[in-house]
């Protein structure tokens, strides 16, 4: 396999596993434990 179809298949597994645990964030983390979170992280005025 040349350099470019295996970069390109790099590029997609890449996408595909970021998509999975962006997916699965969005299905295991309850909404109450994401608004607690950011409810608690204090606002920077930089």
């Known amino acids: 396999m040349s350099a470019a179809p ?10 595909a596993v970021f998509l999975v645990a962006y997916v699965a964030g969005g299905l295991l983390v309850p909404e109450h434990v994401v608004a607690a979170w950011s409810a608690a992280v204090p606002t920077a005025a930089h």
């Open 6 to 15: 295996r970069l390109a298949l790099y590029g997609l597994v890449l996408v």
